[in-house]
Structures are given as C-alpha cells and as structure tokens.
C-alpha cells in the first residue's frame, strides 16, 4: 500500500469523503426545519429522492464507466458530490434540495458502482482481501469520526452560531456541509491530479489498486 500511488491516492479520497458524508447523514434531518423551513417529515422525501438517484446512478455509471473509463468516472464523480455538498449547504426551500438530493444519489450510485471493477482491474487476486481488509475499517472509521465530531461541533462549539461573510448568510449546520463539501472537493481535484497517468481501465492486473467505496 505504501508503495502504491494509486492506492495512497483513493485512501485519502475515501477518507476526505467521509468528512463531508459523515455531517450529512448525522445532521440532515435538523438541516430540514432550520436551513429549508420546513416540516422535518420532508426529510423521509429527501432520502427517499436520494435513494431513487442512487439506482439510477448506479444504472447508469456501468455502461459510462465501460466507454469513458472507471477511473474517470471515479474522480468526475467524487468532485461532482463535493460541489454538490457545497450548493446544498445554500439551499434554502425543499424544491432546490429535493433536486440536489436526486443528484447527490446519481454522484454516490456512480462511485460506489465504478468501485467494483477497479477493484477487480488493479488488484492481483491473491491480494484482493487484505486489501480490503484495510480499506473498509479505515473508511469506516473515518465516518464515525465525522459523524460524532460534527454532532458535538453543531452541539456544542456552533450552538446559536449565526455568522455573515461574503454577502452570505451561515448557520451552524450549513457551514459544517459547506467544510465537508470543500474537503471533498479538495480529494476530487487530488484524485485528477494523482490518477493523471491512469485515464483509461487496463484489462490486466497490476500491482496497484485503485479501489474504494465511498461511505
């Protein structure tokens, strides 16, 4: 793993990632009454439009990821959730979010999906699981992180906050998605930069991996 740079590369993604899903799913339904002003039972619609992209991002990213390539649709995807996380951290009415919780599922489906064949394209067989032996614990623990330090930030150090900066108006959760949101944008523009050399899938194994499933 160490020597890999394509391996080193979609860990830190994965773990960048999870910053910004980790706060989303711990803080979503009080995103609902205080940033969207509306009834929390709108938050059942929005997992439920969210799951509905998921499938059809997963439909979709297979015949995508054959044509344009895996990898491609691994980083395009990852920085189109980032940018995605940063405009919902914005919205303000349930109409915008239910159409940004659509593409939030079309992002995550397409990653989660890609994840599969790269695994089985960059990993030589007889290290396929110990090599996600280290990358499901590590992802998962990120995501317990994210989500207890963004519950007891948006609890303790961001209670009452109200701040203005730039013309925009920011409140304790949505400048907790709005962080998460750059930090994956941060991992999507490390991921081009990092897999620059690896544009189109290879049939044969390697000894790099260029895997991960986005939490």
Do not use: I, K, Q
């Given at each position: 793993m160490a020597g890999s740079r394509t391996l080193r590369a979609i860990l830190t993604a994965a773990v960048f990632t999870t910053?910004?899903?980790?706060?989303?799913?711990?803080?979503e339904v009080y995103f609902v009454p205080e940033n969207l002003h509306a009834s929390p039972s709108w938050y059942g619609s929005l997992q439920a439009v969210f799951?509905?992209?998921?499938i059809g991002g997963a439909l979709l990213s297979g015949r995508l990821g054959d044509r344009?390539?895996?990898?491609?649709?691994?980083r395009s995807g990852l920085l189109l959730f980032g940018f995605l996380l940063i405009g919902y951290s914005r919205t303000t009415n349930i109409p915008a979010a239910l159409v940004v919780s659509v593409l939030f599922g079309l992002a995550l489906g397409a990653l989660n999906t890609v994840s599969s064949p790269l695994i089985l394209q960059e990993t030589p067989r007889d290290h396929l699981g110990r090599i996600m032996a280290v990358f499901d614990p590590i992802s998962q623990l990120a995501s317990l992180i994210s989500a207890a330090l963004s519950g007891v930030i948006a609890g303790t150090l961001l209670d009452g906050f109200h701040g203005h900066w730039a013309g925009l108006d920011f409140g304790r959760i949505d400048l907790i998605f709005l962080v998460g949101g750059v930090s994956t944008v941060a991992a999507g523009l490390y991921s081009f930069v990092a897999f620059?050399?690896?544009?189109t899938p290879?049939?044969?194994p390697s000894a790099s991996v260029e895997s991960s499933t986005v939490p």
């Open positions: 910053v910004g899903t980790g706060a989303l799913n711990t803080l799951g509905a992209g998921t344009a390539g895996h990898t491609r649709v691994f620059h050399r690896h544009c290879t049939t044969a």
